[in-house]
């Protein structure tokens, strides 16, 4: 089945480790995001791309980084994890242009200790 | 810097109708996009208006004034499926379109 498959579902990272969130789409889409949602607070975007090769900040990049080296894959990087990350992640794809659906994976749920 | 509201939760029966709406503020606007989110789950879209009027798709219809920031969607013969949270979004003009921000979500509870 077509669409976005996230990577691990779920995890517990101890504080300053480091962990790489993994996002593949196989409908060919430019654009990818990736999401935090935490409760009451909505999803807040954290990087995004437009199409591979670029990458481009959201609302709350900090304490991230993304890379988009192809159009499938694109991972998002937590460096040195700190408790505030714990959250759930949500990657999403779309087509370009106006109104077009973002695509959303089943999330990560990352607790970090 | 950009900014949605919709009202926190909202409760109907089966068979009804309910509106959710969404005021925003932004630097620019390319449109306004609404999702649906089950608990649990992952958002999935319903729908987009990028100009004035309603836009109607099965038993959901979505409304925009861009004069007023004023959107809504409207849900028609409410099941118990469409219990849900639903998400009001926009897209800013600057990062070149692509910033998209999201409203803090309503959460819909239909009861029998």
């Known amino acids: 089945t077509a669409g976005i498959t996230q990577a691990p579902t779920s995890q517990i990272l101890a504080a300053g480790r480091s962990m790489t969130l993994r996002c593949t789409q196989d409908?060919?889409?430019?654009?990818m995001y990736w999401y935090r949602q935490d409760l009451g607070l909505g999803l807040r975007l954290i990087h995004y791309?437009?199409?591979?090769?670029?990458?481009g900040k959201g609302e709350v990049p900090d304490g991230y980084s993304v890379s988009r080296a192809n159009t499938d894959d694109f991972p998002l990087t937590l460096a040195s994890a700190v408790p505030s990350q714990t959250s759930v992640y949500f990657c999403?794809?779309?087509?370009?242009?106006?109104?077009?659906?973002?695509?959303f994976g089943d999330g990560t749920r990352l607790s970090i200790l | 810097g950009q900014s949605l509201e919709q009202p926190s939760e909202v409760t109907a029966v089966e068979g009804a109708i309910v509106q959710i709406n969404c005021t925003y503020q932004t630097s620019g606007f390319y449109g306004l996009s609404w999702y649906q989110q089950h608990d649990g789950g992952a958002p999935t879209f319903l729908s987009y208006n990028g100009l004035d009027g309603l836009e109607e798709t099965g038993r959901f219809s979505s409304f925009l004034s861009r004069s007023d920031s004023y959107g809504y969607l409207l849900l028609q013969e409410l099941q118990m499926k469409d219990s849900a949270s639903y998400f009001c979004?926009?897209?800013?003009?600057?990062?070149?379109?692509?910033?998209?921000?999201f409203g803090p979500g309503t959460r819909l509870s239909v009861l029998p």
């Open positions: 791309s437009n199409t591979a090769g670029t990458t």
């Open positions: 979004a926009v897209r800013d003009a600057g990062n070149y379109g692509q910033n998209f921000v």
């Open positions: 999403a794809s779309s087509e370009s242009g106006e109104g077009q659906p973002q695509h």
């Open positions: 409908m060919r889409h430019n654009a």
